[in-house]
């Protein structure tokens, strides 16, 4: 047999020397893993953003279904997005209707019902008839965030009405036959609020 060379010997006697050391590291006990996951779990939870209640102030202007809607969104903790997903409509639909803005159909109330727990004839006699709109909001709006979407009014109203009129004609954008929705776009610069208003069309008559 040929003598073995010193760095054949130093090669196999390092290799060797590497299996016991690295099957030698003990894996975290279970309860340490589970300590972590927890702390995760509850990182996570703080960070979640919190939901939308119920302003008391309003409560006078408001009708007896919004204090009834918002307290049980508030008790299952739900988003407007989740409720709209269960509705199937947009969710500056359902705030609306939490409001008294917007009249509910059959299938919201039932929808409803299901998703926040509450009773369905309570719902069908508090959400009944026709909406009474406008009363919340006072003019010009104090709330600093709706004072800024007042803003965007004051500031470009004759612009948006002068393009209108080029594109349509004399008229009006309809706030009846109307969608709108609020969608977030985030890039290098931070946030961005993007709100689609969508109306139809409604030309002046001639008489």
């Known amino acids: 047999m040929p003598p073995t060379s010193p760095f054949a010997l130093s090669t196999r ?4 020397a590497i299996v016991p050391l690295a099957s030698s590291i003990a894996r975290p006990p279970t309860s340490y893993i589970a300590l972590q996951q927890s702390r995760a779990f509850r990182t996570s939870k ?4 919190p939901i939308t209640t119920l302003d008391a102030s309003l409560i006078p202007r408001l009708p007896s279904s919004s204090p009834t809607l918002f307290e049980a969104k508030k008790q299952k903790n739900l988003t407007f997005e989740a409720i709209a997903k269960k509705l199937g409509r947009e969710e500056v639909a359902v ?3 939490f409001y008294g803005q917007a009249q509910a159909s059959p299938e919201d109330i039932a929808n409803l019902s299901e998703i926040l727990g509450i009773p369905s004839d ?3 006699s508090q959400l009944s008839g026709y909406p009474d709109r406008g009363r919340t909001l006072d003019m010009p709006p104090k709330e600093p965030l709706i004072y800024r979407l007042f803003e965007i009014v004051q500031n470009y109203g004759y612009a948006y009405k002068a393009v209108l009129n080029e594109k349509f004609g004399d008229g009006i954008m309809s706030a009846i036959s109307f969608s709108t929705k609020v969608e977030k776009e985030t890039d290098e610069k931070g946030d961005w609020a993007v709100i689609t208003l969508r109306g139809k069309w409604l030309p002046y008559s001639r008489f």
Do not use: D, G, N
């Not at 006697?13 to 060797?16: A, D, F, N, P, V």
């Not at 703080?46 to 953003?49: D, L, T, V």
């Open 95 to 97: 705030a609306a209707l």
């Open 122 to 124: 309570k719902l069908e």
């Open 46 to 49: 703080m960070a979640s953003k």
């Open 13 to 16: 006697l390092t290799t060797r």
